[in-house]
């Protein structure tokens, strides 16, 4: 995935006055252990909450739409190339990058869980080129390495794992304090992954700042629908600063169509199109 660094998420979250319950939320720290698991009942009944399974699985698909043009986003876990975007590798499920200290994460919390793996003697190299494009002491034996690791359950589990840790966790349960609906909670997952987290202008905390000052969130007394468009908007301003990010059409012809048919629960069947590739999920 196309990703910008990682600076760590800073808390600061709201407790939405919509909701029912209180969602105890830790800082968005890559160093912050997932938070608890929230029953999808106790947030929405109307089937709102991304963390159910069914959502949740239809966030990987549409974010595997948009960043391996597939449905089948568990096809990715071998998944590894340098796209020439100044992130040295992108793969796995999220895309984890070796130029942004996410691979650098996962190959060591995986080495940590199951020492002797394939990727474990590449942490050296990955500290090493950590926030840059180089390939040093990488190259093709890693890729290897990595797509053989990729067979295993235990890759796979370490996968989801920092995935739920770094980017889906954090995401929904800030979207579930501002009040928003699983399509709001899949919007500031797909900017997460996309941005990174952090507060820096073209980070998700950036870019959620900049929507709050056009427009308020449910949990601050505004229209859902307006506020989710401003933060599209904001994004979408982001995205075009850089030539990797600079088509929107998973913002204008997938995020935008949901919302515009008002779909805030994000109820099958969907319909849309990225990069003109047309996908539906009944």
Not at 27 to 46: D, E, Q, R, T
Not at 217 to 226: K, L, R
């Amino acid at each position: 995935m196309r990703k910008t660094m990682r600076p760590a998420l800073v808390a600061g979250l709201t407790v939405a006055s919509a909701l029912t319950v209180v969602l105890a939320t830790p800082a968005f720290s890559s160093a912050a252990p997932a938070p608890a698991p929230v029953s999808a009942a106790s947030i929405l009944a109307s089937g709102g909450d991304l963390a159910s399974p069914e959502k949740k699985d239809i966030a990987m698909q549409l974010v595997s739409s948009a960043e391996n043009s597939s449905l089948d986003w568990k096809a990715q876990y071998s998944y590894i190339e340098d796209i020439g975007d100044g992130r040295g590798y992108t793969a796995g499920i999220i895309g984890f990058c070796s130029g942004t200290g996410d691979m650098l994460e996962l190959v060591q919390a995986y080495t940590d869980s199951v020492p002797n793996n394939p990727l474990a003697k590449y942490l050296p190299a990955l500290r090493n080129v950590n926030g840059t494009d180089s390939h040093a002491g990488l190259g093709q034996a890693f890729v290897d390495a990595w797509k053989a690791a990729a067979k295993t359950s235990q890759f796979q589990a370490a996968q989801n794992s920092e995935r739920d840790r770094v980017y889906f966790n954090p995401s929904v349960n800030q979207a579930k304090s501002d009040g928003l609906g699983a399509l709001g909670q899949f919007i500031y997952y797909d900017a997460i992954v996309m941005h990174g987290p952090g507060n820096s202008s073209d980070s998700f905390g950036g870019i959620r700042n900049s929507a709050i000052k056009k427009a308020k969130p449910p949990s601050q007394g505004g229209n859902e629908t307006t506020y989710l468009k401003a933060f599209l908007d904001a994004r979408k301003v982001i995205m075009k600063q850089e030539e990797a990010h600079a088509d929107t059409s998973r913002v204008d012809t997938e995020q935008l169509v949901f919302l515009d048919a008002g779909n805030l629960d994000l109820h099958t069947p969907l319909k849309w199109k990225v990069y003109g590739d047309s996908y539906t999920i009944n």
